[in-house]
């Protein structure tokens, strides 16, 4: 792999890093915590929206980030060549 | 048959199971030993990072945790799922394409020092140790409410099981073991629940319960019906919290960053066989842990409303057998300080008098919704899986660093394999005999200290990990002054602000550093060993080129090949 490709490949990475560590900040923080009380005059089935976020929701997501991160990356090893 | 007949059949299977296993997957080589011959499928994988992770702590006392917390809670929650996150981007690709065995093998590696290797082994003896007593407490507890055997006797036990299989079978035996103990556990968390949520809102899944009516024919929701009783005697509503909203995410930050930087979880990504297995198994782990971590918020609010409705201005000689029963052990405790015979359950501390330890809200629950024995023992079965596959973990990477970190790397380089395999037996076996000490002696501040292994591995091992990969041009110098000032750090505010050493008393809580709880503060720790790090390695030489071509090779999958000991 030549030098050129190693940075082109971190730099993806890095992106897609940014973009999934954002929305775990988001799901988790903003929406668990930061926002918690105005989110509560929403509701989710019998629940406030903000409790939701920081008891169950945060969670769901969390899950959901890592199967998008394999996916992603794993495409792009495929795209560099990298894959094992 | 009675509960405890149940008990001993149940606990009896799975100890021969546990035993069986350890028999089958003896190691023969270090490398079986360190990271199961690097051959761990990721599903399994997945369900032995799940065991490992969740502890004593997470199947008996959690739910109850949060049952009293209300909306705080949340801090357990996100906490201890969400570093899995940064664990899986950040961490386990890259360690595992590092490929050797342990994490001071990758500090001291990565900043070409025994130094550094020291203080990283340091660190993992410490947060190991302070981990484990706290879980061979738990066996003898589980044993001795279920058995009514001896708290110490119990933990002999304890200790049988877990030296057999730690100290035969290495990393290999762990692994296939925790499997198990991952079955036994979620199945004996979630058949209760799932009783207790269809009898508390007409829906079998606690996760949708949660968000169901109850079935008392109010029409009301579970949570605003909990929101009721708790503003109707006095506390704050359960949906609301009551702690500052720094010292929330504070909190959260912190066991976040905790999580991912503990050794005894990252270790576990080195059994996989490739990089891409490694990501994978992480997301496995979640799925596996969120079963759990999903449900106990449901179970909290369940438990809440149940105990409440049935205690809360009722006569105490109509309170049913297991109010009786726990009584006795000391865990529910009523005094009729009004005389009239009713339990008065309210947030006033004169007028209240009931007191709950809420360590039983789990091990009572059950008994509570009027399951079947079986119910009851699998829960203790349950509770002693979540405790010992917990205990192993931590016990092995003690083993670890010391045949590999301070004897193979440091002291003696030209050990031969079996004599290095010899010195990891005699170290799990050293583990195991002080981690029953403590367990049989605890320490006071055994409670304090597990928020202490958090804080510690956020401010010293999490930074110095992710630098290491991410910032080419961090050096040894930086990493070390780093992870020192972040260490010390943490240590001296837990110190004063949470055990009052130094000091007269233990400072109040307006006295602290920006508001911040000292279990919050491992998150300021942190920032300050990425400055410090940052600043110091800006200031003194660059890395060696050889260990910058690591940093760059680590960077991408290709050729992971095994964990190898070069």
């Known amino acids: 792999m030549s030098n050129r490709d190693l940075k082109a490949y971190w730099k993806e990475n890095l992106r897609y890093l940014v973009i999934l560590l954002s929305i775990w900040f988001v799901a988790s923080y903003v929406l668990g915590i930061f926002l918690a009380e105005p989110l509560n005059s929403v509701r989710i089935g ?37 894959e094992e | 048959m009675s509960v405890q007949t149940w008990t001993f059949i149940i606990v ?16 023969g080589s270090t490398a079986e030993f360190y990271v199961a011959g690097g051959g761990v ?40 799922t969400g570093g899995y996150v940064l664990l899986a981007l950040l961490l386990a690709p890259y360690l595992r394409k590092f490929g050797k065995f342990t994490v001071p093998d990758f500090i001291g590696d990565r900043y070409y020092s025994n130094v550094a290797r020291t203080v990283a082994v340091v660190c993992a003896i410490i947060v190991s140790f302070t981990y484990v007593a706290g879980q061979m407490r738990g066996v003898g507890v589980v044993f001795s409410r279920f058995l009514e055997v001896d708290i110490n006797l119990g933990v002999y036990i304890g200790m049988a099981i877990v030296f057999f299989y730690a100290v035969l079978g290495g990393m290999k035996g762990i692994t296939y073991t925790q499997v198990a103990q991952y079955c036994v556990l979620i199945f004996a968390y979630m058949v209760p629940a799932f009783f207790i949520s269809m009898a508390m809102t007409g829906n079998a899944i606690p996760q949708l319960g949660l968000l169901g009516e109850v079935t008392d024919g109010s029409g009301l929701s579970l949570l605003d019906k909990l929101d009721q009783l708790h503003t109707d005697l006095g506390f704050a509503a359960y949906t609301s919290g009551s702690k500052s909203m720094i010292d929330v995410f504070c909190i959260t930050f912190a066991l976040m960053v905790g999580t991912a930087g503990l050794p005894h979880v990252i270790v576990r990504f080195f059994t996989v066989p490739k990089v891409k297995d490694a990501r994978i198994s992480a997301g496995y782990a979640l799925v596996f842990i969120a079963i759990l971590y999903t449900t106990a918020p449901a179970i909290a609010a369940f438990a809440r409303t149940n105990l409440i409705t049935t205690v809360s201005n009722a006569e105490y000689t109509s309170m049913p057998e297991w109010f009786k029963k726990w009584e006795s052990t000391g865990l529910i405790k009523y005094e009729d300080k009004n005389n009239d015979g009713k339990i008065q359950y309210v947030k006033s501390a004169e007028v209240n008098e009931l007191t709950i330890d809420r360590d039983i809200m789990v091990l009572a629950n059950p008994e509570i919704a009027n399951l079947p024995n079986w119910v009851i023992a699998l829960v203790a079965a349950g509770g002693l899986a979540a405790a010992l596959s917990t205990a192993a973990g931590l016990l092995l990477v003690i083993s670890t660093a010391i045949s590999r970190d301070l004897i193979k790397m440091q002291i003696k380089p030209d050990i031969s394999e079996k004599g290095e395999l010899m010195w990891a037996r005699i170290g799990a076996a050293f583990a195991v005999v002080v981690a029953g000490y403590f367990g049989i002696h605890p320490p006071g501040f055994v409670a304090a200290t597990v928020a202490l292994a958090f804080g510690l591995a956020a401010a010293s091992f999490f930074p110095a990990i992710v630098l290491g990969i991410f910032d080419k041009r961090m050096n040894r110098e930086g990493a ?49 060993n990425f400055v410090v790090s940052f600043v110091v390695s800006r200031m003194t030489a660059e890395p060696p080129q050889e260990v910058q071509e690591i940093v760059e090779d680590i960077r991408i999958p290709a050729g992971a090949g095994e964990a190898h000991a070069h």
Do not use: C
């Open chain 2, 12 to 27: 009896g299977l799975t100890f021969a199971l546990y035993i069986g296993i350890a028999i089958w997957a003896r190691a």
């Open chain 1, 46 to 82: 019998g629940a406030k929206l903000g409790f939701w976020f920081a008891q169950q929701g945060s969670i769901y997501v969390f899950v959901a980030l890592i199967f998008v991160y394999v996916s992603w990356m794993n495409k792009l090893d495929k795209k560099y060549g990298v």
């Open chain 2, 41 to 80: 499928p990721p599903l399994a994988n997945g369900m032995a990072t799940a065991a490992d992770w969740m502890s004593a702590a997470s199947f008996i006392s959690m739910a109850g945790l949060i049952s009293f917390m209300g909306y705080d809670g949340g801090v357990f929650l996100m906490g201890w």
């Open chain 2, 480 to 528: 070390i002054s780093g992870m020192i000032v972040g260490i010390t750090l943490m240590f001296g505010y837990m110190a004063v602000y949470k055990l009052g050493w130094f000091v007269d008393e233990v400072p109040p809580a307006s006295s602290w550093w920006f508001g911040i709880s000292p279990e919050g503060f491992g998150t300021v720790a942190m920032v300050v």
